[in-house]
């Protein structure tokens, strides 16, 4: 992975609805793609994570699209619960023995009740 | 499964003495361990590339003479901060990954929190 840009920095929804972050890469050999969500002084977590042979993914309230061509994925959650409120990353990788994670700069997703 | 642990969790030391970080896996080999910084409301900067029985791989702008890691076995990397200084002062999270490359994931500990007086 060489840069990976996460927008917005902040995003503020109101419980109930859908939060949508994007991020967008300059790798094209890249072909792993996580999102982990990390609370405040606790490690980060793996919420899900797309491959580069699929366009998406889905796992009960969230959701990953990749767009290989343009180069940009994305995290939807769906009717969100103030405990989704965190900072969301996005990643991405090579595959191999050598692959390292590049980690975007963090969107702060607050959910108000 | 995939449990990854740090120890200590917390640290506070003067400037000038050394703190070893240790990360283990606790369910599975991790061939390859990561070292990441985070500075308060930052992303996780990787630090270094440690592999089971070779010499890590550091990424640029980290000292490789500061921050000493050791991969000594397949569920043990440390990580040693050698003469802390304040600006040292971060949050240290390890990750491990299998000895299944094509999967990628990284499984990653609980942190440790260091600050230097």
């Known amino acids: 992975g060489e840069n990976v840009e996460q927008h917005p920095s902040t995003l503020s929804v109101q419980e109930g609805d859908s939060a949508v972050i994007k991020c967008t890469y300059s790798d094209s050999a890249s072909n792993y793609f996580p999102w982990y969500k990390q609370e405040l002084g606790k490690r980060p977590q793996l919420i899900i994570d797309?491959?580069?042979?699929?366009g998406e993914k889905k796992d009960q309230r969230i959701a990953v699209t990749l767009n290989k061509t343009a180069k940009h994925f994305s995290l939807h959650i769906t009717e969100t619960q103030p405990e989704d409120s965190a900072v969301y990353f996005c990643?991405?990788?090579?595959?191999?023995?050598?692959?390292?994670?590049?980690f975007g700069k963090g969107i702060t997703l607050s959910v108000r009740p | 499964g995939a449990v990854v642990s740090q120890h200590p969790s917390w640290v506070i030391c003067k400037s000038g003495t050394s703190v070893k970080i240790e990360c283990r896996s606790l369910?599975?080999?991790?061939?390859?361990m990561f070292w990441y910084r985070q500075f308060p409301k930052q992303s996780l900067m990787l630090m270094a590339t440690s592999n089971e029985g070779s010499k890590a791989t550091y990424e640029q702008g980290v000292e490789k003479d500061k921050f000493l890691i050791n991969h000594a076995s397949l569920t043990l990397s440390t990580l040693t901060v050698t003469s802390a200084h304040p600006e040292d002062s971060s949050f240290y999270i390890c990750s491990a990954r299998g000895t299944s490359p094509a999967y990628n994931e990284q499984f990653f500990g609980p942190g440790t929190r260091l600050t230097v007086l």
């Open positions: 369910d599975f080999q991790a061939t390859t």
């Open positions: 797309i491959r580069s042979n699929v």
């Open positions: 990643a991405e990788a090579e595959t191999g023995a050598n692959s390292k994670l590049t």
